[in-house]
């Protein structure tokens, strides 16, 4: 694990956006831990937040043209992570979002920011089975342009349908990458190195061999 991944797994502890418990998921699945990126919700906690998803960016040294970020979540995140990489990497990079309501007055459209062509980075917080982003890809798809890559904040290393992760999945079935700033392995060994948080680990590796890849 390298350093700034360390550093986000406890910046997500400290602001409770990393939770353990019980907690009931999008597919159905009850998973003992959480993930709430809504809780990063301060102007500090986005400047940080967006420096972690520019650092895994510039880490998987993938090339793309623009930021693109799915609403709600994905919309700060992309904005968080544009600023972060014109302010610590030198990168002025172009961003977009769209709007889940489409306008009918004004400029129209569903899209707002930069225009979606070319090589596009989509950004967003969790992917567990994969049904938000593939709602993401039509829209770049529609718009022409080509998916280069996928950056999240969490890959929770889940099986979708089959044995393939849910990431897996969409990587094949979309011909890209799918990067995170932390995977669930990176939580495991945090635990792992952790007394501190030593007691959530055996309801987290059950989790993982029930549901996991
Ligand atoms: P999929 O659409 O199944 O990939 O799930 C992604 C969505 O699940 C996220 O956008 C969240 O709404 C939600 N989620 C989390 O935010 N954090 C988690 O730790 C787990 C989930 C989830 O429900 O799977």
């Known amino acids: 694990m390298k350093d700034y991944q360390k550093e986000f797994i406890e910046f997500a502890l400290e602001k409770q956006v990393l939770k353990f418990g019980e907690f009931t998921l999008k597919s159905g699945r009850t998973s003992p831990y959480f993930f709430n990126a809504g809780l990063f919700n301060t102007g500090r906690d986005l400047a940080r937040l967006g420096r972690f998803y520019a650092a895994a960016l510039v880490d998987s040294n993938i090339e793309f043209d623009v930021l693109f970020g799915p609403a709600y979540k994905g919309i700060p995140i992309a904005t968080t992570t544009a600023v972060a990489l014109a302010d610590h990497h030198d990168v002025d ?10 306008k009918t007055h004004g400029e129209g459209g569903s899209l707002v920011g930069a225009e979606l062509n070319g090589k596009i980075m ?19 798809a529609q718009q022409g342009a080509d998916l280069s890559g ?8 889940e099986k979708g349908k089959a044995e393939l992760s849910a ?13 995170s700033i932390v995977t669930l392995a990176d939580l495991v060994s945090y635990l792992k190195q952790n007394p501190d948080y030593a007691e959530f680990l055996p309801k987290v590796e059950a989790y993982r061999a029930s549901y996991g890849v």
């Open 167 to 179: 990431i897996q999945e969409v990587e094949r079935d979309f011909n890209t990458k799918v990067i």
């Open 122 to 140: 989509l950004v967003d917080d969790v992917i567990t089975a994969g049904t938000a982003i593939r709602e993401s890809m039509e829209i770049i």
């Open 150 to 157: 996928v950056l999240i904040a969490l890959d929770r290393q």
């Open 93 to 102: 990079t172009p961003y977009c979002f769209n709007r889940k309501e489409k």
